[in-house]
């Protein structure tokens, strides 16, 4: 059997009661949806012209596992989030001025 409580409540903690849990809801959904739009394909062309090298190059190092590649029936493409996790972030020169 249920029990069931009956609390008074102001309507401003009725919505607050409310709104709570349906903001953390769209929040989530938002994220996931932003991530899912976030995943941008590229061809193996295109992915070889943006980062202006060679398609031989962009071959030679997805064997070497420095780019991920994916498969659909046959065809590679890359993720363009694939491609900025291998980019290498430069330090500046420690070098000292003369």
């Known amino acids: 059997?249920?029990?069931?409580?009956?609390?008074q409540l102001s309507l401003e903690e009725l919505i607050q009661q409310?709104?709570?849990p349906l903001l953390g809801k769209i929040e989530a959904l938002e994220a996931?949806?932003?991530?899912?739009?976030?995943?941008?394909?590229?061809?193996?062309?295109?992915?070889s012209e943006r980062l202006k090298?060679?398609?031989?190059t962009l071959s030679?190092?997805?064997?070497?596992?420095?780019?991920?590649?994916?498969?659909?029936?046959g065809r590679v493409y890359y993720k363009e989030?694939?491609?900025?996790?291998a980019l290498v972030k430069l330090e500046p020169s420690k070098k000292e001025v003369l």
């Open 32 to 47: 996931r949806i932003a991530k899912k739009d976030s995943e941008v394909l590229w061809t193996r062309e295109e992915a």
């Open 1 to 7: 059997m249920q029990q069931i409580t009956v609390t």
């Open 18 to 20: 409310i709104t709570t």
């Open 81 to 85: 989030s694939s491609i900025q996790d």
């Open 60 to 73: 030679r190092w997805t064997k070497q596992g420095k780019i991920t590649a994916h498969s659909i029936s």
């Open 53 to 56: 090298i060679d398609l031989s």
